[in-house]
């Protein structure tokens, strides 16, 4: 298969990264999970006590900042100082230092190279917010995936009870909204579609059929 690179940006909640697993498995691409990095950088200045609106100290911080970006049989796994932090980095608190660290333009040039090098080596599909916008903006293929919020609230809801996470929809319902806001409209590499992305709203889409709607738009896409 030629070298492809697909980019699938969307908010919090819409199911990406479940769809871009089945897509990856459909394809035999990597899975490229760039929301795992932001958190991993909220986990780092959460553990040194910092302020995720402490634009100053996050930025002075990135110096000594070990983040590593690993994969194995299980996929993509995030690393801090050599230690995996995978199962420390889906909490509610992490969600919005994440968003908050995210908004640095230091932080995301911090960035890059790590998510272009690896689009670059290998085939992938690369979920996030700015893949199609800023980080491939020569994709093969972009999707930008999107539901109402209040069904991406009951899906974070479901997922992070289901992890035995304690939380309430309302709680959720308020942090995707506020994350959204906050990811829409930073100034650096907005949470926006590119203007080349296709949009797939899966609200009244079961998984099996975002999986369905989104291997169309690919295979139209690349000519299969
Ligand atoms: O996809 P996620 O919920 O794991 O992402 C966590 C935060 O990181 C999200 O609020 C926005 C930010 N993010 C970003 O700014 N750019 C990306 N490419 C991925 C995530």
Redesign the pocket.
Known sequence: MKHLNIAL?GP?GAG?SFLCREIAKHYGLIHV???????TIGLYVLRLGIDPKDTEKVISSLGSLKLGLEFSEEGQYVTLDGENVNGLIRTTQI?EY??DV?KIPEV?AFLLDT?RNIAKEKSVIM?????GTV?LPDANVKIFLTARDEVRAQRRYDELIAKGIKTTYEQELNSIVS?DN??RNRAT?P?VPAEDAIILDNSDLDREGTLAAAIKIIDEKIGE
Request: without cysteine; proline residues 0%.
């Open positions: 940006d919090a990406k999970d760039t929301g795992a990095l932001y958190r969600s994440a968003s995210s995301r998510q979920d996030g917010r700015d893949i980080i994350r906050n990811d590499a949470a």
